[in-house]
Every structure is written in C-alpha cells, then in structure tokens.
C-alpha cells in the first residue's frame, strides 16, 4: 500500500513539474507573441509613416511642377499663334515637339497628383444621374481633335439602351480616357470602339476594345501596379508615367467596381470598367430620380 502511494506521490510530482516546464513555455511563448505583435505594429506605424510622406512628396512636386510646364504650354500657345511674329517652319516644328512634351509632362503630373490623392484617403466621390449618351458624346467630342491618322477609327456604339446611372461621372469618364488614349495610343491601324452594358439589373460594364499590338499575358498581372510599362518597342517611343491604369484601377474601386483585361501579344486589347447602377456606399433612395443629367463639360473634366 505504501509503495503504491509512494507511486502516486512521484507521478504527481512528474505531472507537476511538466506543468510547470508547460507554463513556463507558454509564458515564454506569450512574451514572444506579445513581442512580435509590437514588432508588427511598429512597422504597420513605420509603413504609414512612409505611404503619407511618399504621398505628401508626390502632392508637393505634382503642385510645384504644374506650374512652370503651364508656363512652358501658354508661352509655346503664344509662338504658334504668331503673336510675336512670323515663324519658319523649323521654328513651328520645334515648338510644337515642346508644347507635346509639356503636355505630356502635365498630364504625367495630373496622374501623379491623383495618386497621391487617392493613397492619402483624399479624394471626394461626388455621385450623380448622369445618361450614358452625354457621357460618351462629351468622350467623343474630346478625342476628336486628337484624331488625326485616318488608319485609325475611334468608334462609339450607341448607349441609348443603358438607363441613367447614379455615380461620380467624372471619375468614370477620367478612366474611359486613360482607356481610350491607350488604345489610340498603341493602335497604329484599325479602330478603337467604345460601348457598354448592362450585367443584370444592378450593374454596367463599359469596355474599350482596340485592334492594337496587345499585351502578352504573363503581363496581364502588372498592368495595374505603379510606375509598370510593358517592354516593347512602341512603349519604348511612347512613354508615359506608368501611372494610369493603377490610377483608373484605385478610382474603379472607389466606385464600387473593377477592372478586367483581356489581350493577346498581336491581337488587340479589351480593357472593362464594371460599375454599380448605383454606388452601393452611398444612400442613394434620397436622391431624386428625376434631377437633371450633367452636361457635356461636366463629363468631359
């Protein structure tokens, strides 16, 4: 009997002690955990800190560069208008070649300050009715000038069957551009076309198709990341700021919808903005269906 106490005893005190050795490890462990859990805020804090700068930074130089290149603009505006006199066609070419490169430069900035609106939590959507017809008039009317090689077509199908939508549309019409300038960008001959969608009831899909070079697929996945353009040799001769289409891909989000792609090296680009009817975050019901649409100018900023 003694012994089987005795036993006992000891396999208790075995217990005892695993338990102890058990708690000492979880309290160990806990601390570990505690550790890294600061750790992990520490960079999480470390992480905003540089996401603010970096979208303070961009802010800053996007405000400072904007003005001198509408200097550069107005001054370039003044010498093809002969206002200082007659110019040689030299003269002409050249500052034709600046005042593109300043206009490419003030939209690069334009991208650059919206981006870092959108990353600091700073950019307003302002929802309203707006028709499809409008918006694709006030797009239509704004390429037209730029359309200047007859090998390119840039065609819109008729929208008269979408109903009126309720959401920012100016920030659908700033996507639709950074689309359709793609495309006439690296669409040397063929057409452009424009149109869109319903997806049920609740949702509309735009979408612009180009006969362009395409974008081989193991691309696909970086189109939307920041500063990323795609190797090729037009994208060599045409550079941009690589900021558009993550731009127009954070804006759709803002929206309530996304964007897809569909393309292939050598057979065109089909670039889809799909967006709620309605913007879902916001109450919508209180809105009177019977507002007036936006006009053109409205669209078309």
């Known amino acids: 009997m003694d012994d089987a106490i ?14 102890d050795a058990l708690r000492a490890e979880l309290t ?9 859990y600061a750790e992990l805020d520490d960079k999480a804090d470390q992480l905003r800190d540089a996401s603010e700068l970096k979208s303070r930074f961009l802010s800053y130089m996007s405000h400072e560069f904007r003005t001198p290149l509408g200097s550069i603009r107005s001054l370039a505006r003044i010498l093809l208008d002969h206002l200082d006199g007659p110019l040689t066609d030299e003269q002409e070419t050249q500052i034709r070649f600046i005042k593109g490169s300043a206009e490419e430069l003030t939209a690069m900035v334009d991208d650059l300050l919206d981006l870092a609106r959108v990353e600091a939590g700073r950019v307003k959507i302002s929802p309203a009715w707006f028709e499809m017809v409008d918006l694709f008039a006030a797009l239509r009317g704004m390429f037209k000038p730029i359309l200047t090689s007859e090998s390119v077509k840039l065609i819109f199908e008729e929208a008269n069957h979408i109903p009126r939508i309720y959401n920012d549309d ?9 689309f359709i300038s793609n495309a006439l960008k690296f669409t040397q001959e063929g057409e452009v076309r424009v149109s869109a ?9 735009f979408t612009v198709k180009d006969t362009g070079i395409g974008i081989a697929k193991e691309h696909h996945s970086a189109l939307f990341q920041d500063f990323i353009q795609i190797d090729s040799p037009i994208q060599k001769r045409l550079r941009g700021s690589g ?8 804006l759709a989000v ?30 919508v019901e209180d809105v009177s269906a019977s507002s007036g649409s936006p006009d053109s100018e409205r669209l078309a900023k």
């Open 6 to 19: 005795q036993l006992l005893q000891a396999e208790n005190t075995r217990l005892l002690e695993q338990v």
């Open 28 to 36: 160990e462990t806990n601390t570990g955990v505690l550790a890294l």
């Open 170 to 178: 100016r920030k659908v019409g700033q996507i639709l551009r950074n």
């Open 197 to 205: 969608r319903c997806e049920g009831s609740s949702f509309v899909s």
């Open 243 to 250: 900021l558009g289409l993550s731009l127009s891909k954070k």
């Open 254 to 283: 803002l929206l309530g919808g996304d964007i897809c792609v569909e393309s292939a090296l050598g057979h065109g680009s089909s670039f889809s903005l799909k967006l709620p009817m309605r913007i879902p975050h916001l109450d």
